[in-house]
């Protein structure tokens, strides 16, 4: 079974300063793809960034950075100098491939975060 | 390209009623899958098709959930009767393959909002 645990329900910064949302997950497979998605109060899935088990190598792109390591289970994703912008659910997914049906996305329960200026 | 669809974008009905929900996917993309997120929680698979076959329905509760998609596109999602537990957002979701991975890339719609009263 997949499982995918965002232990922070709700964080709250000022603007400017950096925060890490955190992701822990389970599988049994070797074969996996990891996800972040941001979800605005529009409420549309806008999609951030997918990585898979074998790349292990940290990833940033302008104020956003993933940190994935293997040995914990963990896919955390930070943001540099936040901006109210930032405001928004995030939510990291997990997508095994191990019976080739099970490419369906298991998400975490979500990070709400609330960037105040 | 353009999105994935989805339609209606709100719905209110009463609890016992019946509702259904239409999305169209991306051209080309095999895979389709309905999502049903509570308020506050993280999104949960209902259905995943491949053309216009079922993988998997493991968490769709049969007894009141339907869903079809007939000729590999559009696909359609019904709820009878419906009951207040069933108030949430319903994601479709479309995907493709790619050297030969069946996820590679996950586009959401913006979701239906069901309130049943």
């Known amino acids: 079974a997949q499982k995918v645990t965002q232990a922070q329900t709700e964080i709250s910064v000022v603007e400017k300063e950096d925060v890490t949302l955190d992701c822990v997950y389970e599988?049994?497979?070797?074969?996996?793809?990891l996800f972040w998605y941001k979800q605005p109060p529009s409420g549309e899935l806008v999609f951030l960034i997918r990585?898979?088990?074998?790349?292990?190598q940290n990833e940033i792109s302008g104020r956003y950075s993933w940190n994935f390591q293997k040995s914990t289970s963990s896919f955390n994703f930070t943001i540099t100098a936040s901006q109210v912008v930032d405001s928004a659910v995030y939510f990291c997914?997990?997508?095994?491939?191990?019976?080739?049906?099970?490419?369906?996305?298991?998400f975490g329960g979500g990070t709400r975060l609330m960037v105040k200026p | 390209e353009a999105g994935v669809a989805q339609s209606p974008r709100y719905k209110i009905i009463e609890k016992r009623q019946s509702v259904a929900f239409w999305c169209n996917p991306i051209?080309?993309?095999?895979?389709l899958y309905w999502y049903q997120q509570i308020l506050g929680q993280g999104p949960k698979l209902l259905i995943q098709?491949?053309?216009?076959?079922?993988?998997?329905d493991s968490q769709l509760p049969k007894d009141r959930f339907s869903a079809e998609r007939l000729k590999g596109v559009d696909s359609t999602l019904k709820i009878q009767p419906a009951k207040l537990e069933d108030s949430a957002v319903y994601l479709c979701?479309?995907?493709?393959?790619?050297?030969?991975?069946?996820?590679?890339?996950?586009?959401f719609g913006s979701g239906t909002r069901l309130t049943v009263v």
């Open positions: 098709f491949q053309n216009n076959g079922v993988v998997d």
């Open positions: 979701a479309s995907s493709r393959t790619q050297g030969g991975v069946t996820n590679y890339g996950y586009t």
């Open positions: 990585r898979n088990s074998f790349d292990e």
């Open positions: 599988t049994r497979d070797t074969t996996y793809y």
């Open positions: 997914a997990l997508s095994a491939t191990f019976n080739n049906a099970g490419n369906m996305l298991t």
């Open positions: 051209s080309g993309h095999a895979t």
